[in-house]
């Protein structure tokens, strides 16, 4: 299956690319160009990568960092997942300095 259309990379060139090193997206970019035009391949390479134990994505760490509770923690619901059963708006979670 193809990952990247824009260079006619496929998921098995990023798997050989993360067991030979790569542990981000730049460095699979490097090796095979994948993600470096359209970057709609970045997400699936992100997954690729955290399915073989590398880099975790960006928004994971960021989560993280923030203090937010992990989506697969508590069975799947994100924050404010069942806000509407509630009647109400999700709740708001305060943004900290870095």
Sequence with gaps: MYVCMCHAVTED?????????AN??????RG???GTDCGSCVRRIQALLG???????PTARLAAKLGLADPEANGGDAVGADAADRGGP?????????
């Design 13 to 21: 060139q990023v798997k050989k690319a993360i067991d030979g090193g």
């Design 24 to 29: 981000s997206p730049r460095q699979i970019a």
């Design 32 to 34: 095979c160009g994948a």
């Design 51 to 57: 399915e073989h134990g590398a880099r975790p994505c």
């Design 90 to 98: 999700a709740p708001v979670v305060p943004l900290r300095a870095a």
